[in-house]
């Protein structure tokens, strides 16, 4: 028995509350859905994947060769077996297709083979001195990776056999993938050749957070949003991750409202007000404690592990807010893992994307909590920036998710920050009328000043532009003393 069609993922999947990633409203369209992810050094690609896999219609699978969320489920977890090959490459894979564009599927007794196209989004770090705008940029396009033939129980058939580089970290079924190596030494199960072809790279237009969107009435005459910041539990102190989150926010120089659930500082700036509540991870059940974040605030952090994108965090579609959202996973590989599950949870009928209401700050590789603390500062000093100049009606000075993308990018760049779901983006600055002098003190945070407004503006432009084109941001403002000579405070 032969058949052949092809599946639509959010149409399949996102019915059973699975985790999936964006699809488009119609299988086997031209307008493919994507990521939208924008980054200061990578860049997104789409992709053609092209694999065949074979599995035993027995037990769970006994329907696999009817049953199309089976087949949509092995099909994503073939594609995760290239995830080492291509990181060789020098690409970070979407663990979810954005569509799975065809489907021939055939029967031999209990044997089921399927073979599919699917298309999968990938990010790359930028390749050195090339703007990458076309395929044509691009130093190779078509690549070739070594999978199992049959990617269902792969560990329980293969042990350590086909594994490498897991150190400490204990193997299981669901993380085998991760250290999946076809070459270890031992390494026996059959194998097939997965084929793979950059078809188009995504367009990199300047955007915007969605200024007008965050300057909500917070009540006694505030205006601004709600901020939560959520550190799992460190690796060796619980509160370890609270506490240097605490630290850095303690440059707010802001006595905080402390509580048992946590930590409140109100930032208020020039018209724009960020309400920040960190907290405490060792109060409460911490997944409760996500979901009601997810469901309350605009602004939502995590700093944590991502445990193989097996977190259950952002897989809970009804804890979702309806409103615009900015959600960071400040985790390893986030980009890899949950961006298509922010994208199926914020998915409504208006907006099958799930971007229109949500902007998610995540990483390409893996990433450390030492650095999590200053990409907070950077979102938050960010959107202050933004929303202060957009308060006092001078659009134009507002950074760009670019901008607050390459200073995340200068806190790591080899952990490939970035954002996703923001590509369309509506917010765009409008001219702002002339002001005289410098639209801030220069030992402030704010929007980026003219460097003809102050001598020591335009020395420190000189030195670090960002604080002239971008936003002026705390690095902008050590930099009165390294650069300028002068004292701030």
Known sequence: MTTIRSLSLLALLTATGAAVGCSSDTTGSEELDDTEWIAANSFEVNTRFKGTLTHAATG??????????????????????????????????????DEILSVNVSVEGELVTIAYEASVDMVRKAVYGVDVTTIADLPKTHFEVTIPADPVDVFARAGDSCASDYGSYTLTEYKYYYYFDADNAGCEIPMV?????????????????EYDRLLNDLGDGLKGFRAAILPNYGDDDPMGRFNIHRDALAELDIEPEVTTEYYRYTWTQEGATIVID?????????????????SNYQFVFYNGHSNYGHQPFLSNVDAYSDDYQIITMHSCQSYAYYTSQVAAGKATADDP??????????????????????????LLEGLMAGLTVVANNQNE????????????ADVAPSILYGMAGVRNNAWQPTPAT????????????????????????????????YCTESFWDALCVEQVETVCGQTCG
Not at 67 to 81: G, M, N
């Open 60 to 97: 769970l699978y006994a329907e696999l060769a009817t049953d199309e969320v089976l087949q949509t489920e092995v099909i994503a977890t073939h594609i995760s077996y290239a995830k080492n090959d291509m990181k060789h490459a020098a690409y970070q894979v979407n663990l979810m297709p």
């Open 193 to 209: 050749t997965g084929t793979i072809d950059v078809v188009s790279v995504y367009p990199n237009p300047t955007v915007y957070p």
């Open 278 to 294: 960190l907290f405490d991870p060792t109060e409460g059940y911490f997944a409760n404690t996500f979901y009601e974040a997810l």
């Open 353 to 378: 994307t799930g971007w229109v209401n949500a902007d998610m700050a995540a990483t390409g590789r893996s990433s450390y909590p030492s650095d999590s603390p200053d990409v907070m500062m950077v």
């Open 397 to 408: 000075l507002a950074p760009s998710w670019q901008a607050i993308a390459k200073r995340m």
């Open 434 to 465: 002339p002001t005289e002098g410098c639209t801030h003190p220069i030992c402030e945070t704010g929007g980026a000043l003219d460097p003809t407004c102050d001598p020591c503006v335009s020395q420190i432009g000189q030195a670090d532009s």
